[in-house]
DNA sequence: CTATTTTATATGTATATACATGTAATTAAT
DNA sequence: ATTAATTACATGTATATACATATAAAATAG
């Protein structure tokens, strides 16, 4: 028989929470359950960033994009490049500067020794917003709260991680 | 003056890669810097499961749905208890068994005890698919080069960082 | 026992994402 | 110099996600 009517145990499982769960069996070893657990804590903490931002009608990659024109002070910066330097790989720069531009948090004007590129400056307006979020965007509200020794320990094997491919 | 014409400083920028790029400045500390790291990480990991899975149209949510569903051993599970144990939370389970379903990969029956409850239950074709994934899903292919012991510290690091909120 | 509240799930909507394809400008090839 | 290949960016499409709201069943209140 395939499925059993069993609606009561329902309360029994739920009583076990996802912190519990993750740390359970059904891993193939060590690697697995890290693995897991990192796409896991990383979509929650991109929950809360995206909450975080959301007051100020900017997502989180918007926020990035915004950061990497920061950097720049004031030098054009083209979509290739937002693209390769955003924290997330393949997303669609040309889009997200749409948003931005939308917004007047940037400018968009065609590069005059190639117009195939476009020139990226952020405005005052952007700056202004980033001033904003600087304040409030602390360690605290980032949601990691451990040592710097530990931070580094995290950073270090998050390193390894991504250059073994 | 707002905007300069450098498209030739682009190259300079350019030679730096994304691994240079995230343990640069622009941090406020080392937390900020490792919880930068750990979406972007999560952001590349989750990318090469997307594509993982990709040639068994499944997304690695509704991967995730199954091994939940396999982990009953054949009891049905409520939306609600999916919704729950799930990687990502807050998204959308009911969406999800719909894809499962098209898919005959599960079966979706309102429970008796309860009829606003749906009892969903994986099929064989739904166990075979997990067995095919089980043998390709070794560490290697999850991304993660880790030792035991490196494995076992990232993973209590997750845990701390999560437990807090 | 009827009305209200709560619970479980489904659906609508706006935005995001992955990926394929399109388009225009530049570079390379012959 | 003209054609072909490459590059930079934009757009179309299918799917995913966050969140608000809807619907129907069950629990609770009076």
């Known amino acids: 028989m395939l499925y059993v009517y069993t609606c009561n145990l329902h309360q029994h499982l739920k009583v076990m929470g996802l912190e519990e769960e ?7 070893n060590k690697q697995q359950r890290a693995f897991l657990n990192l796409i896991f804590t990383a979509g929650h903490l991109s929950l809360a960033q995206t909450r975080f931002f959301k007051p100020y009608h900017l997502s989180a990659q918007q926020y ?5 024109l920061r950097g720049q002070n004031g030098n054009p910066v083209t979509i290739g490049l937002i693209q ?8 669609n720069a040309s889009r997200l500067i749409d948003k931005l531009e939308e917004k007047n948090l940037v400018i968009r004007i065609v590069c005059p020794k190639d117009k195939r590129q476009m020139d990226i400056t952020i405005t005052n307006d952007g700056l202004e917003i980033l001033k ?7 360690s605290n509200e980032s949601g990691i709260i451990l040592t710097d020794e530990e931070s580094d320990i995290l950073n270090d094997l998050l390193n390894k ?3 073994k491919k």
Chains 1, 2 share one sequence.
């Not at 993750?22 to 193939?28: A, G, M, V, W």
């Not at 390769?84 to 997303?91: F, G, K, T, V």
């Open 132 to 138: 904003e979020l600087d304040d409030k965007l602390d």
């Open 64 to 68: 990035n994009v915004l950061r990497i």
């Open 84 to 91: 390769e330097r955003m924290l997330d790989i393949q997303s």
């Open 22 to 28: 993750i740390k359970q069996k059904e891993f193939k």
């Open 161 to 163: 991680i991504r250059e």
